[in-house]
């Protein structure tokens, strides 16, 4: 437990359920505050790439920097992560990225309710994937919501919300790290404010709802039939982890960066290579084409497209997919 800091007026016994990197800010903004986290839960350590041993999620590490109580189970809602849970009395559960629909019996443990910070303008996006749904979509605008917690996915009442721009060269990386530090601010202001008695939840509009279902490899997949403005956004969503992908002569070729290039006055196939120099490969698209900047070969180092093209020699004609 941290010492208390002088002059420093109690908050709430918080417990904090998180996985993912997205998570850490909100719990390091919760150990910069006056309230005071009485446990952080996250799952067992995993095996690593290449036969690495056991690697601890992000909020684990955190967690130990921080000098915080740490649970690592698979799941609160039953045996030791229940009774851990439990035993620590918190005022208000926290839960940013942690992956498991938690049921009324964990739900009920903290007085206060159970808070979530959820990386979308609830109801839109409701989901494991706002962020990278969000630039599929082509949105101008996301953000991020705190709700109160009850047992659907992401349909409890709004509490603080706080909007931030999608910009043109943002890619899930770099706008998930930006929702994420917003998240931190807006989930201590919304323990003060709960606290303090002043915050009235508000339904949410189920008219307006949409959804972010969790995506998996053959969503990475290239569609090159598709317009170059979506290739690009599938690019975007990938990035910089795991990538997009596509196929070059047989292998696999992660797509990391790209962009809407000039259109193809030969009116190629999709998915057909019409140029290729130091600015990288000219792919023809459904419409328009795309311009590969930044790949990653099978087996090998992520490049420059300049540096593909230079390497492999890729000629007008060979086709990707």
């Not at 684990?60 to 189970?73: F, K, N, Y």
């Not at 994937?129 to 953000?143: K, M």
């Not at 917003?182 to 307006?208: H, K, M, N, S, Y």
Request: hydrophobic share 40%; aromatic share 2%; net charge neutral.
């Amino acid at each position: 437990m941290r010492p208390a800091i002088l002059g420093r007026v109690p908050g709430l016994r918080v417990a904090f359920l998180g996985n993912d990197r997205w998570s850490v800010p909100s719990l390091e903004a919760l150990a910069g505050s006056r309230h005071e986290v009485v446990l952080v839960v996250t799952r067992p350590p995993r095996p690593g790439r290449r036969g690495a041993g056991p690697v601890p999620t992000p909020v684990a590490r955190a967690a130990r920097t921080l000098g915080l109580p740490l649970l690592q189970t698979p799941t609160v809602r039953s045996g030791e992560g229940l009774e851990r849970l439990r035993g620590t009395a918190p005022d208000v559960l926290v839960v940013v990225a942690y992956g498991e629909i938690l049921p009324r019996e964990v739900l009920d443990l903290a007085p206060r309710g159970a808070v979530n910070v959820h990386f979308s303008l609830l109801p839109e996006l409701r989901g494991a994937a706002p962020v990278q749904h969000a630039i599929l979509r082509g949105l101008a605008r996301t953000g991020v919501t705190t709700m109160l917690m009850d047992e659907g996915l992401d349909t409890g009442p709004i509490l603080l919300q706080a909007e931030e721009r999608v910009a043109e060269e943002d890619d899930a990386g770099s706008l998930g790290e930006r929702l994420a530090a917003i998240g931190g601010r807006l989930l201590v202001e919304t323990l003060d404010r709960l606290e303090a008695g002043d915050l009235e939840p508000r339904p949410q509009d189920e008219a307006r709802a949409s959804y972010a279902p969790r995506l998996g490899p053959g969503d990475r997949a290239v569609d090159w039939t598709r317009p170059a403005e979506e290739v690009v956004r599938v690019v975007r969503a990938f990035a910089p982890e795991p990538g997009a992908t596509t196929r070059f002569r047989g292998r696999i070729l992660k797509v990391l960066r790209a962009g809407v290039a000039e259109s193809d006055p030969t009116r190629a196939e999709p998915g057909t290579v019409v140029g290729a120099d130091e600015r990288g490969l000219l792919v023809a698209a459904g419409t328009g084409c795309v311009r590969l900047l930044e790949v990653a070969p099978e087996g090998r180092p992520r490049m420059s497209g300049g540096d593909l093209a230079r390497g492999y020699r890729p000629r007008p004609g060979e086709r990707l997919g």
